[in-house]
């Protein structure tokens, strides 16, 4: 279904799937930084920056049109980000989805009636009544996306080509934007062509690279320049946005859609109670399948769920003796150019 | 050391109540029972549970679990002075400085070993990320299994069942981790007492709402919050009982909380908690009272005893750090105009994504009822970047403005 109506959504929890088939094209709402600095009067300068350059977006009516915005209830800055957006933009159509903070199966069953729920809002926002295969449709492109990005993306970092995360990353943020429909011929497209397009570059150092958010490509071409090669990621603007779904004909649709959510990589604020911190033991795991030589971390300011995980995750790869490298982001370039000093010394030490 | 410290704190308080028994000691009973709470869970011999802020203490005392949202240790080691030691410790070991400092000072205090070994643990999504999180280190640290509790935003059928179910898997789950049976008929009776010190409560917040005030700017701080710990036991009726007593004595003496009370504050969240006379200051110098705190209301229903989880999810879905920030904004109103105040300070404690994050809301929309809010930046356990000056004008300026 290719349209040009779009909703907006600034979490990688979303249900991208739904928002498709209910006649829209989910729109990411970066946090981009040339809007006026004006979120501080309502929202206050110890929160996200994330949240805020979005509200900042917001504010200034830096957006395309929208039908609505998806928020998702996953951590205390996205909270305040639909309370500030419901304040800075009262008439538009805006809702809160649920999303618990653990995967067991009442959470899962939980979710499931959370997207039911937004199922139901987004065909209100339409003004017409919705149908369940669409959603299925949806799916079945969204697992279409999901298997070429995997492929493409597997395929630059096993040749380890130059420049290679950077055409990934532009793709992310081009599918993060536009209608999946507009994206899977590009990724047909580079997959055929991928052995061509780009050189490789076999001097550079593995490194694999976690956090939140980071989309800019010009961060991607810094990390080049450094002399690092990403050779896997786990970002809320990567690898995490596409997720494989399973649907059979006998379970509920909502219901599959939230164990597919709930199966793929999480960011730091969710997690299985058995296991406390697994989270770090996945980064150390994921670090070493991609044979990394070292590990870094880009964590926007006031994040809290990652920054109060990160000592677990330092140790972890420090008795691994994968060293790690924490950048604090405030998701302007500036304060990515800031780090190249200690980025540069870091793939030094690593070589 | 800590056992000690709670163990002299309330053999020293029984010694005060017993020297005037016959006055309601509302603030002495309840610090007595918060003495008694801290000593038992530095016994070594009860069995006891780190919590979340939100979880259903009257399940967890009705199973003989003693039992502690984490943030409460931050408090008490402010209360002490020994809280920027910790802080640093946590800051040290690679916790970022802009995080709570509730949560960096029991961080610190992990990584110290002062933090008893807890049976298991309990972390609820309400009020915040960063708590959750720091129940997740403390159940890796101690190696305990960890309950969570997610709580959804809105109070409707679907919401509240799905908590009330959680609420019957965390019983499940305690008598797994502890080997106490869960006993139907002991939770019924410790819900009688909660609702008991729930009538209590009302009645003691409503003599506060009276004109003058019976309350000073210091007997109700941390009440609310506290007390829930308390909740589904006799000391908790007690200690509910004895503020309405004391309240009841002063309204019908016509003696107010604090003398010639001029001006009526709302304290938004919570309290300073370090050793310092902000309170006292307001009151000499402006006559100023703080007569209710945002923590200190009862925002739910009595809880049906012959259906006492779904009635726990209520109260906790209700509680209005949950969820969208209009409905706490919406208490805020309901509180201000209940308690005839003129004026809110906010304490914006640093790193606290609810009582700074949502600043600006809050300072609109008392604005909308004709309620000024004072925004300060005081850190209310660090007291190592306190600015007593700058508060101090602050205040006084406030208070100027809203005296004319």
């Not at chain 1, 939140?212 to 603007?237: H, M, R």
């Not at chain 1, 998701?331 to 010394?345: F, V």
């Not at chain 2, 159940?139 to 959680?166: G, W």
Request: glycine residues 6%; proline residues 4%; hydrophobic residues 40%.
């Amino acid at each position: 279904m290719l349209t040009n109506k779009l909703v907006g959504f600034t979490c990688s929890y979303t249900p991208l799937p739904l928002i498709h088939a209910a006649g829209y094209a989910p729109y990411r709402l970066f946090p981009l930084d040339n809007s006026k600095d004006s979120a501080g009067h309502i929202l206050h300068d110890n929160l996200c920056p994330h949240v805020k350059k979005i509200l900042d977006r917001g504010i200034d009516n830096n957006t395309p049109e929208m039908s609505g915005v998806v928020f998702m209830n996953s951590c205390d800055a996205m909270r305040r980000l639909f309370d500030g957006w419901r304040k800075a933009r009262p008439n538009d159509k805006a809702i809160l989805i649920d999303f618990p903070a653990t995967s067991d199966d009442s959470a899962i069953n939980f979710f499931a009636l959370e997207l039911s729920r937004l199922w139901k809002e987004l065909w209100e926002w339409n003004g017409r009544v919705g149908d369940l295969s669409s959603i299925k449709q949806s799916i079945s492109i969204y697992n279409d996306l999901y298997s070429l990005f995997s492929d493409v993306t597997s395929k630059i970092r096993k040749a380890r080509l130059k420049d290679g995360n950077l055409k990934i990353q532009e793709l992310y943020n081009k599918a993060s934007t536009e209608p999946p429909e507009n994206i899977i011929p590009i990724l047909k497209n580079l997959q055929a062509s991928i052995n061509s397009a780009l050189d490789n570059d076999s001097n550079s150092v593995p490194i694999f690279l976690f956090g939140n958010v980071l989309y800019e490509l010009d961060a991607f071409k810094l990390f080049n320049d450094c002399g690092a090669f990403i050779c896997d990621d786990d970002l809320c603007t990567g690898s995490r946005l596409f997720y494989p779904i399973n649907i059979t004909e006998e379970e509920d649709l909502f219901l599959s859609l939230s164990k597919s959510i709930f199966s793929r990589s999480f960011c730091a604020r969710t997690f299985d109670p058995k296991y406390p911190l697994k989270f770090a033991e996945d980064i150390l795991n994921k670090a070493k399948a991609c044979n990394a030589k070292g590990v870094i971390a880009h964590v926007l300011k006031f994040c809290d769920p990652y920054l109060i995980r990160l000592p677990i995750v330092r140790e972890i790869l420090k008795e691994n003796s994968l060293p790690l490298l924490v950048l604090e982001g405030d998701c302007t370039l500036r304060s990515i150019g800031q780090q190249k000093t200690r980025i540069e010394a870091f793939i030094e030490m690593l070589r | 050391m800590m056992y000690e410290y709670f163990k002299n704190l309330e053999s020293s308080l029984e010694k005060k109540i017993n020297e005037t028994p016959k006055s309601p000691n509302a603030r002495k009973k309840y610090s007595l029972e918060v003495a008694r709470i801290g000593k038992r869970l530095y016994s070594g011999k009860d069995k006891i549970a780190w919590t979340g802020i939100g979880v259903p203490f009257d399940i967890l005392n009705t199973m003989g679990i003693t039992s502690c949202f984490v943030e409460f240790v931050g408090a008490m080691l402010a209360s002490t002075g020994a809280s920027g030691n910790f802080i640093k410790e946590a800051e040290n070991t690679g916790y970022a400085s802009d995080s709570c400092s509730y949560h960096r000072a029991i961080l610190g205090a992990l990584s110290q070993n002062l933090i008893p070994k807890p049976d298991f643990l309990v972390g609820t999504t309400l009020p915040c990320s960063g708590g959750l999180a720091v129940i997740e280190n403390m159940a890796r640290k101690f190696k305990k299994s960890l309950f969570v509790l997610n709580v959804p935003q809105e109070d409707s059928l679907q919401n509240i069942k799905y908590l009330s179910d959680q609420l019957k898997d965390l019983v499940n789950f305690i008598q797994k981790e502890t080997g106490i049976n869960f006993d139907e008929n002991k939770l019924k009776e410790g819900i009688k007492k909660t609702n008991k010190a729930r009538d209590l409560m009302i009645e003691a917040y409503n003599l506060a709402k009276k004109i003058p005030s019976p309350v000073d700017s210091r007997i109700l701080k941390d009440f609310g919050i506290v007390t829930a710990l308390m909740l589904g036991t006799d000391a908790g009726i007690e200690v509910a009982k004895a503020y309405r007593d004391e309240f009841q004595a002063k309204v019908n003496s016509g003696e107010s909380g604090v003398k010639g009370e001029k001006i009526r504050l709302l304290w938004i969240q919570n309290r300073i908690q370090f050793r310092y006379q902000l309170e006292k200051w307001m009151e000499e110098e402006f006559s100023a009272s703080i007569v209710i705190d945002e923590l200190n209301d009862i925002t739910w229903e009595k809880i049906d005893v012959d259906d006492p989880f779904t009635g726990i999810a209520k109260r906790i879905i209700s509680i209005p750090f949950n969820g969208k920030a209009e409905k706490r904004i919406e208490h805020l109103k309901f509180l201000a105009k209940e308690y005839k105040i003129q004026g809110a300070i906010n304490p914006c404690n640093w790193g606290c994504r609810q009582g700074t994050g949502e600043r600006g809301l809050i300072s609109d929309g008392l604005k909308e009822i004709g309620v000024p809010v004072v925004n300060l930046e005081i850190d209310c356990i660090d007291q190592r970047n306190f600015a007593e000056g700058q508060v101090k004008t602050r205040i006084a300026a406030f208070i100027e403005m809203i005296s004319n």
